[in-house]
C-alpha cells in the first residue's frame, strides 16, 4: 500500500476539500484527486461522499481514518528512530571493567556521561584482564577497561599507567619518602589479589626480575579486604593506584624494582574484528579524558598535596551526583 495515497487521504479527511489538501501537500488537485480515486480502488471501499464543495467521510473511511493514523504514527517513529540510529546517539554499549575501576571510575563517570548521552544505555561487566578477553572475542562486550595485555586482536585507546602501591597501617614505618624496593618489601607479610587481577601478575614478574620470594599471607579477590586487613596491622596490602583508600586509614607507598615505579599502562581495548556501534568512540573518547583528570585515585602518602587537584575532582564529581 502507497504511503503517499495514506498521506493523502488523511490530508483530505482532516481538511475537507481537494484544494486545501493539495496546497498542504503541495500538489495539483487532479494528482491528489487520481491518488484517492486509486485508494478506494484498491481498497474496494468509498470513503469520502461529495457535500457541496467539501467532501464527508463515509462510515468505512472514519473508520479506516483512524488505522491510517495510527500506521502513519508507527512509520514516523520508525523513521525518527532511524534517524537517531544514523546519528549515533542511541543503544547500547556494552563495557567490562575490573570491580576497581568499575567502584573508582565509572561510578562518578556514568553520571556525567548520562547528561550528555541520555540515549545511550552503558551496560556492565565485572569482569578482570584475562576474563576480558574472552568476553571481547565472543562479543558479549564492546569495551574492555584493563591493563594493556598487547593483544594484536584488539585496538587500544591508553590511559594513564596503573602502579603498583603499597599500603599498611600508620604505625608502621615501611618505606622511605613514599617508597619501598620490590626487595625490602618482599620479606613482610602481604596481603595479595588473586591471580586473575593484572596488578597481581605485574607484582609477581616484578619478585622474579627482583629474584626474591614474596612472604604471602593472604590472597583474595577482594581488594577491600586487603585494605581492611592492613588497616588492622595484619600485614601489607599490595594494590592497584586506581583503588579507591580513602575510606581508610593507611599508609601509602610506592613500589620500585631498580629505582623505577612498577606499572603498566592501562587502556581502553575493543576487538578490531567486530563492527562497534557508532556511540562507543564518543564513550571512549568521554572516558579516556576523565581518567586523564581523575588517575591516579591513590598516590603516595608524601604526595597528597600534588594528588589533591585530581582527588578533589572525584570528590566533586560524586557530590554533583
Known amino acids: 500500500m502507497d504511503l503517499r495515497r495514506l498521506r493523502t487521504f488523511v490530508a483530505v479527511a482532516e481538511l475537507g476539500t481537494v484544494s486545501k489538501a493539495a496546497l498542504r501537500l503541495r500538489i495539483t488537485q487532479p494528482a491528489l484527486s487520481r491518488q484517492i480515486r486509486d485508494l478506494q480502488q484498491e481498497l474496494g471501499l468509498r470513503l469520502f461522499d461529495r457535500v457541496g464543495r467539501g467532501l464527508v467521510l463515509t ?55 548520562a547528561e550528555r548521552f541520555p540515549n545511550v544505555h552503558v551496560k556492565l561487566t ?134 623505577k615505579p612498577v606499572r603498566e599502562r592501562y587502556a581502553i581495548q575493543w576487538d578490531k574484528r567486530r563492527p562497534m556501534p557508532p556511540y562507543a568512540e564518543s564513550f571512549c573518547e568521554a572516558l579516556a579524558e576523565y581518567m586523564r583528570e581523575v588517575l591516579p585515585i591513590t598516590r603516595p602518602s608524601g604526595s597528597y598535596e600534588a594528588a589533591a587537584p585530581k582527588q578533589a575532582v572525584v570528590r566533586k564529581a560524586r557530590r554533583h551526583h
Open 126 to 259: 565485572e569482569a578482570l584482564g584475562r576474563e576480558q578477553s574472552a568476553l571481547l572475542e565472543r562479543g558479549d562486550v564492546h569495551i574492555g577497561i584493563r591493563h594493556d595485555q598487547g593483544d594484536r586482536r584488539v585496538a587500544s585507546r591508553a590511559l594513564p599507567p596503573d602502579e603498583v602501591l603499597a599500603a599498611c597501617t600508620l604505625s608502621l614505618d615501611l618505606g622511605h619518602a613514599g617508597v619501598i624496593d620490590i626487595g625490602r618489601l618482599a620479606s613482610y607479610p602481604l596481603l595479595l589479589l588473586e591471580a586473575g587481577y593484572s596488578i597481581r601478575r605485574l607484582f609477581d614478574a616484578a619478585c622474579r626480575l627482583a629474584d626474591v620470594e614474596p612472604n604471602i599471607l593472604l590472597e583474595s579477590r577482594a581488594p577491600h579486604t586487603l585494605l581492611a586487613l592492613a588497616e588492622a596491622g595484619q600485614g601489607v596490602a599490595i594494590i592497584p593506584s586506581l583503588l579507591r583508600t580513602d575510606r581508610y586509614m593507611l599508609r601509602i607507598v610506592r613500589v620500585t624494582h631498580r629505582r
Open 59 to 113: 462510515a468505512e473511511g472514519e473508520q479506516f481514518l483512524g488505522d491510517c493514523r495510527g500506521a502513519l504514527g508507527h512509520i514516523d517513529a520508525l523513521g525518527e528512530r532511524a534517524e537517531l540510529l544514523r546519528r549515533g546517539d542511541r543503544g547500547v554499549l556494552k563495557v567490562a571493567a575490573p570491580p576497581q575501576t568499575i567502584e573508582s571510575v565509572l561510578s562518578t563517570f556514568l553520571p556525567r556521561y
